[in-house]
T-cell receptor, first 114, second 113 residues
Framework: GESVGLHLPTLSVQEGDNSIINCAYS??????FIWYKQESGKGPQFIID?????DKRQGQRVTVLLNKTVKHLSLQIAATQPGDSAVYFCAETSNSGGYQKVTFGTGTKLQVIP | DSGVTQTPKHLITATGQRVTLRCSPRSGDLSVYWYQQSLDQGLQFLIQ???????AKGNILERFSAQQFPDLHSELNLSSLELGDSALYFCASSPSGQGLGYTFGSGTRLTVV
């Protein structure tokens, strides 16, 4: 079946360095992708999204890259800060029976080393 | 505060019991989604309601049921609880049924002992 997965379950990054979190998806029909950040004890929080007609989108300190050829999504965080420590989920949406189906990946834990 | 309210925040109950989790969506949102998150696991979609009607079903057990009321709040009922049902249960809402513009609540942590 369709799935969304992450290559690295845990990522440790030095404070100030850039972080790259990767995500692979298998449903080529997915047309919208979202990255969420989940801090300990809290619900997932929207970070950035990208539609399938784009290959790059930038936000504040974050950039999402989409490579539809290899079905790969990445989240880049510039100048990583301790407050970025969290679990990051990618999600893909696709049309399923006339409705949008959202599938979340397992998540990558980002640990920022001070 | 995301605008999505979930109660209770914590719940401890015994096996075999039944509990009800409550979710109030963000003002103006018509769609409510329920997710289960076990320890160090991803979000497993359970069920979605849109304006009072069931819209989509995921990996929801037959022991679990949900509904959305006319005021748009939703309840997730978990019965005959097992130890493996211990998890975080999240509710999310969106303006439409299209799964876009998700806003999550802070979750209910259920512990079955």
């Amino acid at each position: 079946g369709e799935s969304v997965g992450l290559h690295l379950p845990t990522l440790s990054v030095q404070e100030g360095d850039n972080s790259i979190i990767n995500c692979a998806y298998s449903n080529s029909a997915s047309d919208y992708f979202i990255w969420y950040k989940q801090e300990s004890g809290k619900g997932p929080q929207f970070i950035i999204d990208i539609r399938s007609n784009m290959d790059k989108r930038q936000g504040q300190r974050v950039t999402v890259l989409l490579n539809k050829t290899v079905k790969h999504l990445s989240l880049q965080i510039a100048a990583t800060q301790p407050g970025d420590s969290a679990v990051y989920f990618c999600a893909e949406t696709s049309n399923s029976g006339g409705y949008q189906k959202v599938t979340f990946g397992t998540g990558t834990k980002l640990q920022v080393i001070p | 505060d995301s605008g999505v309210t979930q109660t209770p925040k914590h719940l401890i109950t015994a096996t075999g019991q039944r509990v009800t989790l409550r979710c109030s969506p963000r003002s103006g949102d018509l769609s409510v989604y329920w997710y289960q998150q076990s320890l160090d696991q991803g979000l497993q979609f359970l069920i979605q309601y849109y304006n009072g009607e069931e819209r989509a079903k995921g990996n929801i057990l037959e022991r679990f049921s949900a509904q959305q009321f006319p005021d748009l709040h939703s309840e997730l009922n978990l019965s005959s609880l097992e130890l493996g049902d211990s998890a975080l249960y999240f509710c999310a809402s969106s303006p439409s049924g299209q799964g876009l513009g998700y806003t999550f609540g802070s979750g209910t942590r259920l512990t079955v002992v």
